[in-house]
Each structure stands twice: as structure tokens, then as C-alpha cells.
């Protein structure tokens, strides 16, 4: 008899439902599933098996002399890591069940760690139960090294809810074929985390802030998300997963609104507004096109870096840019330098242990010191630009003078090609930047605002961190002064600027933006259509006179309540009647 279900309750992170059987990720140990091979394959999993444990030891060994000579971790804990990857029971229990139950790898790897946890947590010390955490910590390392040997993307063959026991990180996505990822419940993840930011773009609903998953939900049960109310039903009753399903009408709707917008969008007063597509992976530039982006506000090319252990060639980078270029035929796109650290740090860059990686070693500061790679990146793009039309965006700078730096660096690069140097523009993302943003207006072509980043600076909220959610909020008033701002002082300067950031893209948010003045919005691309439809029937000149009225507000509860029923009396019904969910 299966046993009752029960409900959790979480934030909503990205609005939808799915339904699906759980899988989970990031705790390794946690998955059931077995795998096996023919006898013949059997020589081929242990040599394997040493080379990756050879390769996470050379990791820890690392992080080790790190360690060692920074003080920034407990050395000893590295040194009990090697040596249960030494261990000669350890080794011969996997190869052992290689070669008895002739078990694939990831299987063997999994049901031992499962089993030393098992005996480490019934053993009487306390030194004997905390070795069960290292365990899990090393049964994960090196099943992420099956899976990059391996390269390659697991298939699921029915529809999963993924489950995440930490935070939501991009390659939690990215290592599995999206199309059956109905949802993912996770117990840390920001609405603006950059694994929520590809779970939008891929209209995968998430729900986070629920603790302790793995004791409520098991391999393989049944599970409904409904991300729209931040809840979670394992083993819902068949009543319930009878009535499931995607509603057929929404895309149908959003189908029209897309052959609708194949062109641009004026407001009703006669304002022409950009909406562009924001894109992380090479098939995107495909749902781009196919949802009608003007252009390309943001290519995050550090994503060419997922699920790989070397860093791309230029020839291969030079294809990427080409296939994007050729895609957009002649409409205008902006590629950002790689926004290497933070939460995305590419498996085989030799990222130093940080306390606060979010205000670390990051983007345009990698830059700086890593000219080499960059300028690898920076030649593939500028061959692959030749006769298209295209800028290049800079991340994550904070004074004018690492600004100037960088824009040594791209001259240089342009000039021992003998090509002219593109349009050069900053994404205004530190609030030191954007406080000095009129000293910046000489030396940029154009400007893109990244509210993502700027909002967590600035309301000091990580992104990724599903418990202070509440503070990170893109309506707060001083915010959206700083919003108005900066848009006047590029307007004022001539230099065009756009918002990439999610908030761009909430359909919610779309009136407040026009009246405060933006004309380039750059959004997941499954939005362009929605936030068109709005611009359409806005008049830009009573958004201004009425947005300008939000100064006077002081609470974020009141511009909440300010913000829809302003949307209500301008737009009248047509945010209801939109495939859009209430995300405000
Ligand atoms: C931002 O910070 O708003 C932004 C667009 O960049 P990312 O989300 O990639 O950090
Ligand atoms: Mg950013």
C-alpha cells in the first residue's frame, strides 16, 4: 500500500506546475536508480574509477595547499577527504561490486558511500558520525567526474520533479535534457539566481525554501508543483494528478501574441520600445527569433563554459558568435564578456576559495587579471562580428578606471586584428557604478542596467538565498529612485541603455519601467510577446505623469499597492487576460 501524501509549503521562485516523479540531485548518495553493464565493460569502470580518484584528490590537494597557505580552511578536514579516497576498503567494495553485480560506476559509487554512511551514523563516536558527511561530500565529487568524463547530458525518460537539498545552482539544469524537467523543489534558490534565471527562460516552475527534503520526499515518488502558490504535493491522490496538466489555453494564447508581435511595438502615443531577448545557451538564439526579440539585450556567454573541463577554443567560440550573428539576420545584438564567478565557476577554472564569492573574484575582476583568456574570447567574437552588427557588454564593473582598463584591453585586441573597435558598453550592476554612472557616460557607447546584481548590492540579499527574499525586492522606493536616475542620465547623455535584468521582463513591472522612462527592454524570450502586447496599450506620456507620482511613496507595501492599481486603472483588464502568473 503506498503510503498517504502530505503537503509542503515553499516561496514561489518561478510560477507553473508540473508534475513528475522526484529525482535527486546535488546528494548524490539520495538517488536509488541502478545502472548495469555487460561483463565486458568491467575493466573499463575501474580504470576509470582510479582516474577519477586520482583527479579528486589532485582537487583536494589543491584546495589543500590553499588551505595551507591562505588560512581559509580547516586543512585537516583535506587530508581526511585523500584519505578515505585511499582507503582500501573504500576502493575495493566499488570494485567489488563493479565486477560481481556488474553495477556501472555511479551505481557502485553510490550504493558503497551509501553504505559506509550507513555504518559511519550507527557507530557510537561522534568522530565516526560526522566522517558520514564527508562521505556524502566525496560520493558527490566524484560522480561529477563520471559525468564530465563522460560529457555528457543525462536522458530522462519520463517527466521528473527535480530535487534539490542545497541551493539551485545553473548545472543542476544544465546536465539534463530540459523537456522532461516538469519543476524542481529546492531548499535555497533566489527568484533572480541564475538557475531560477534558465529555469524562466525554460518555463520550469521552482519552488524553494523547503528544508530537510530528503525526509519528506523520496526517490521516485510522485510529486505535484504548484509554484504558483509555492506548493508542494508528494503522492498527490489520483484525484488530484487526474486534474493536472498544462492549460491548453495559455499556449494557445501565447502561440497568438507571438504571431501577433513579429514586429515592432509603439505605445499608444507613438514611442517606439525595443524588446529583446536575453540568452544563455546556443538554442536560444532560436526561441529569440521564434519569440519575436527585436534583438539581443544579453548573451551570457559564460555558459559556453557549463558541463565542460577545458575552456572552449577560439574556433569553437567563433562558431557560437557566428551561429548567433547569423541567426538574428542583421538585428542588433550585445554579448557580455564571460561573467565567470559568483555561483557560475566553469569545473576547470582554478577558482581560489572564497568567503563571499558574490563579492569576489568576479567577471570584469577575472578580466583584469586573466587578460589572455579573455582576449581568446574577445578575437572569436570580434572575427566572428566582422560585417554583423553587434556591441560588447562588459560585467560587473565598479570604477571608471578598471572600466578604462578593460577598454585598453579590447583596443588592443581589435587593433592587432585590424579591425575598428565595436560599440563598448557597461552593465551597471555594482551600486558604485551606478551612484557614478554621469562619470562613466564619456567613456561607454551604451549602457545596460543588470537589476539582478544591483538589487542584491544594494538591499545586501543574496540572490541565491530563498530566506532573505523578502528584502530583495525591485518595487522598494529608493530603488526605484536609483532606476530613474540612472535611465535619465544615459537619456540625457544620448546613450542608449536597457534593463536586462528579470525585472525587465515581469509583465507586471512592464508600466513602471515605460514611465520611468525605459525604452529597451531586454527579457527571457517566451516574454517578448507578453510585454509587447502591454507596451501596446500604454501611453507613454500618462505613464510618465503617473509613475512620477511613486517619489512620494515610502513603503514597499504601499508601492505594491500603488503599482496594481496602477496597472489596473491604466492597462484595465489586460494583465488577467494575459498567460502571465501573479509574480509582483
Ligand atoms: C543582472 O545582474 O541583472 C544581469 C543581467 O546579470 P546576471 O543575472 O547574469 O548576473
Ligand atoms: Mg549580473
Redesign the pocket.
Known amino acids: 500500500m503506498t503510503k498517504r501524501g502530505f503537503r509542503l509549503n515553499g516561496i514561489t521562485v518561478v510560477p507553473g506546475k508540473g508534475l513528475g516523479k522526484a529525482f535527486f540531485v546535488g546528494r548524490a548518495i539520495e538517488q536509488a536508480s541502478t545502472v548495469s553493464i555487460s561483463r565486458q565493460d568491467v575493466g573499463d569502470q575501474i580504470m576509470r574509477f582510479n582516474e577519477i580518484r586520482e583527479k579528486a584528490k589532485g582537487d583536494y590537494r589543491k584546495l589543500l595547499e590553499k588551505a595551507e597557505s591562505e588560512s581559509s580552511l580547516d586543512a585537516s578536514i583535506l587530508n581526511i577527504y585523500e584519505h578515505i579516497l585511499d582507503d582500501p576498503a573504500f576502493i575495493g567494495q566499488v570494485v567489488e561490486t563493479i565486477s560481481t553485480k556488474l553495477y556501472d560506476l555511479e551505481t557502485s559509487i553510490r550504493l558503497v558511500s551509501s553504505d559506509f554512511i550507513k555504518r559511519f551514523n550507527s557507530a557510537g563516536t561522534s568522530y565516526f558520525r560526522e566522517r558520514s558527511g564527508d562521505m556524502v561530500e566525496i560520493c558527490e565529487k566524484l560522480i561529477a567526474y563520471v559525468d564530465l568524463d563522460e560529457g555528457r547530458m543525462k536522458e530522462f525518460i519520463e517527466p521528473v520533479v527535480l530535487v534539490v537539498s542545497r541551493t539551485f545552482t545553473p548545472s543542476d539544469i544544465l546536465k539534463y535534457n530540459k523537456d522532461m524537467i516538469q519543476a524542481v523543489i529546492t531548499t535555497s534558490g533566489g527568484k533572480?539566481s541564475?538557475a531560477a534565471?534558465l529555469a524562466r527562460s525554460y518555463s520550469i516552475p521552482v519552488v524553494s525554501g523547503i528544508s530537510n527534503l530528503s525526509s519528506y520526499i523520496h526517490p521516485g515518488d510522485v510529486v505535484y508543483v504548484d509554484a504558483d502558490k509555492g506548493v508542494v504535493q508528494v503522492r498527490p491522490s489520483s484525484s488530484l494528478t487526474g486534474k493536472i496538466g498544462k492549460a491548453p489555453a495559455t499556449d494557445a494564447q501565447l502561440e497568438a501574441l507571438r504571431k501577433k508581435w513579429d514586429r515592432p511595438v509603439y505605445t499608444r502615443d507613438g514611442i517606439h520600445i525595443e524588446v529583446l531577448a536575453n540568452i544563455s545557451l546556443p538554442e536560444d538564439v532560436d526561441q529569440a527569433t521564434r519569440y519575436c526579440a527585436d534583438g539581443i539585450g544579453?548573451v551570457?556567454t559564460e555558459y559556453l563554459l557549463s558541463n565542460r573541463n577545458t575552456f572552449p577554443s577560439e574556433d569553437a567560440q567563433f562558431e557560437y558568435y557566428t551561429t548567433i550573428f547569423q541567426k538574428m539576420k542583421g538585428k542588433h545584438s550585445i554579448v557580455r564578456l564571460m561573467?565567470i564567478g559568483g555561483d557560475k565557476i566553469p569545473e576547470f577554472f582554478d577558482m581560489p576559495f572564497e568567503q563571499n564569492p558574490f563579492m569576489g573574484w568576479r567577471a570584469i575582476r577575472i578580466f583584469l587579471e586573466r587578460k589572455e583568456m579573455f582576449k581568446e574570447q574577445l578575437r572569436a567574437l570580434i572575427r566572428a562580428g566582422k560585417k554583423h552588427n553587434y556591441s560588447i557588454m562588459v560585467?560587473m564593473v565598479t570604477t571608471l578606471e578598471e572600466w578604462l582598463q578593460a577598454k585598453d584591453v579590447i583596443a588592443e585586441t581589435a587593433s592587432e586584428m585590424n579591425v575598428t573597435v565595436p560599440q563598448l558598453g557597461v552593465?551597471f550592476?555594482v551600486p558604485l557604478a551606478i551612484l557614478e554612472m554621469d562619470t562613466f557616460m564619456k567613456a561607454i557607447d551604451f549602457a545596460s542596467i543588470?537589476?539582478?546584481?544591483?538589487i542584491q548590492y544594494l538591499s545586501a540579499a543574496d540572490r541565491n538565498n530563498a530566506k532573505v527574499n523578502y528584502l530583495y525586492n525591485p518595487i522598494e522606493p529608493a530603488f526605484l529612485k536609483i532606476i530613474r536616475i540612472a535611465i535619465e542620465t544615459a537619456n540625457s547623455h544620448g546613450k542608449p541603455v536597457s534593463i536586462?535584468?528579470e525585472m525587465a521582463g515581469n509583465p507586471y513591472h512592464t508600466l513602471l519601467l515605460t514611465g520611468l522612462g525605459l525604452r529597451k527592454f531586454s527579457v527571457v524570450p517566451r516574454n517578448i510577446p507578453i510585454v509587447k502586447e502591454i507596451i501596446s496599450h500604454i501611453n507613454y506620456a500618462e505613464a510618465s505623469e503617473n509613475v512620477s507620482h511613486a517619489e512620494a511613496i515610502i513603503s514597499t507595501n504601499e508601492m505594491q499597492t500603488w503599482l496594481k492599481n496602477l496597472n489596473k486603472r491604466m492597462l484595465g483588464d489586460t494583465l488577467t487576460k494575459l498567460p502571465v502568473t501573479a509574480d509582483v
Open positions: 533572480t541564475h534565471i544579453l551570457r561573467d560585467p552593465l550592476e543588470g537589476t539582478n546584481d544591483l536586462c535584468g
